[in-house]
């Protein structure tokens, strides 16, 4: 099975310094046919034909498509193929989800937090152009059918994931800083053109936190670096995966698979956590009840791995901090009601925050 590129001169790309000059400008659709042929030389002809697609909102990015693969026994199953992925995305989608054919089926394989790879490579016909080829998991995601469960589902596979990633290599070092004096400054001069409502409140609030912006820093950045987070989590990124042909079973303990690991980072356990938390701001009936925060903090106890005493503080400090910088994000996060959110609870965990 392949793993890699090929340089053999019948498969070589005569046209793709052109293509891929296309594909720095966004068309990974047309590099994606013209590399077809090459990856099912390297695949032995076990992939079958694909069928590209990309929706009407997609601009650059990685080329998918569906296809089928065929297995030592002979066996026909559905797969999805991408190209060109960056290296973040390669290493983790591999890293956690590559493995052996003959385990495909076994229960264990089928309750990782990952789609399974079926094949994989980091260049294709002498260029440098990651591609992967997963199992096919057919929608719709969690977000079509949010409910409890599903939040408790989707948190269970985060910690799936945190214990697995970790497991895979060290966890690294700080990311970068945020420009939080920058975001801060911006999120003021909106306040100020009177861009959003509540503008005294905001202006007051923005200015307490500008003030305490060394505590609150300090506080967050020397979080300990104890796992590696998903990055990007929410129920449009997590799918379910059959056990059974047909689809009447679901697999392993809860059958959600994370997809999306392009922002995969070091960090601390509860950033994930906090993600999921803020995209529902204002909306927090959304949850059903679930404190993402806590319930992930039960459910790595339960799974024996550690926690802090001291996430609280942390939780406090970067719920004020992303919370003050939403004004700087009004095109994404203009929401009313999202806004009046943050604006409470920056006046209700700025004092515990600096204390």
């Known amino acids: 099975m392949a793993t890699g590129g090929i340089d053999h001169d019948p498969y070589s790309l005569a046209s793709a310094p052109a293509v891929l000059n296309g594909a720095a400008h966004g068309d990974t659709h047309d590099l994606a046919i013209a590399l077809s042929p090459v990856l099912h030389h390297v695949t032995d002809g076990r992939l079958g034909p694909i069928e590209w697609f990309r929706a009407s909102w997609q601009r650059g990015g990685a080329a998918t498509g569906f296809s089928t693969w065929r297995l030592s026994n002979g066996s026909l199953i559905e797969c999805l193929v991408k190209f060109p992925i960056g290296p973040c995305e390669y290493r983790w989608t591999t890293g956690l989800g590559r493995i052996d054919e003959q385990a495909w089926s076994d229960p264990a394989i089928l309750s990782i937090a990952t789609p399974r790879v079926i094949a994989c490579g980091s260049d294709l016909g002498g260029y440098d152009l990651a591609w992967i080829i997963t199992e096919r998991l057919r929608g719709p995601t969690l977000a079509a059918n949010f409910d409890e469960a599903a939040v408790m589902d989707l948190l269970r596979a985060v910690v799936d994931f945190q214990a697995a990633a970790t497991k895979l290599a060290p966890v690294g070092a700080h990311p970068p800083t945020p420009d939080w004096e920058r975001t801060l400054r911006r999120s003021r001069e909106i306040v100020r053109a009177g861009g959003i409502p509540e503008l005294q409140r905001w202006n007051d609030m923005i200015k307490r936190v500008q003030r305490s912006l060394p505590v609150l820093r300090t ?119 999202y806004l009046h959110a943050a604006l409470e609870l920056i006046e209700r965990f700025l004092p515990q925050a600096v204390k």
């Open 219 to 337: 506080r967050w950045e020397t979080r300990s670096m104890n796992s590696w987070c998903h990055g990007d989590l929410h129920p449009g990124n997590a799918l379910r995966r059959p056990a059974s042909p047909d689809g009447s079973n679901l697999a392993g303990r809860h059958g959600c698979v994370l997809i999306d690991l392009a922002m995969v980072h070091p960090g601390h356990w509860l950033e994930d956590a906090l993600y999921l938390e803020r995209q529902y701001w204002g909306h927090t009936e959304l949850l059903h009840g679930v404190k993402p925060v806590s319930a992930l903090a039960k459910l790595r106890r339960e799974r024996g791995l550690p926690t802090d005493d001291q996430y609280a503080e942390l939780c406090h400090a970067r719920r004020v901090l992303m919370a003050a910088c939403a004004p700087a994000l009004l095109e994404r996060e203009g929401n009313p009601k």
